[in-house]
Nanobody
């Protein structure tokens, strides 16, 4: 099983974008799902996760107040709403199953089953 991210694109600084995370063969509401991003030459960064337990969420300081994760169970989809985007948000974004229910941080080692990412480019 792989979770596929989509919805990336080119946006101006200060703009918004909504990414989608879909999976076939599993019901996403039964899993915690996380998002992380990769920039060539830099360490990957977790940008948020949503728990299968009551849908509680966690965001690191670098995106807190700008990014929002939500689920639409009828669509079997998890969304990452990104607002007030900055050029430093430029990256390939991935979603994956996240090992955890209650979050105080986000660890890359807890991600599983991520598939193809989606490119987000924020112009200055």
């Amino acid at each position: 099983v792989q979770l596929q991210a989509s919805g990336g694109g080119l946006v101006p600084s200060g703009g918004s974008l909504r990414l989608s995370c879909a999976a076939s063969g599993i019901t996403l509401k039964d899993y915690s799902v996380g998002w992380f991003r990769r920039v060539p030459g830099k360490q990957s960064e977790g940008v948020g996760c949503i728990s299968s337990k009551n849908d509680n969420t966690y965001y690191p300081d670098l995106v807190k107040g700008r990014f929002i994760i939500s689920r639409v169970n009828s669509e079997n989809t998890v969304y990452l709403q990104m607002n007030n985007l900055k050029p430093e948000d430029t990256a390939v974004y991935y979603c994956g199953q996240y090992n955890g229910l209650w979050f105080t941080d986000i660890k890359l080692a807890n991600f599983r089953s991520w598939g193809q990412g989606t490119q987000v480019t924020v112009s200055s």
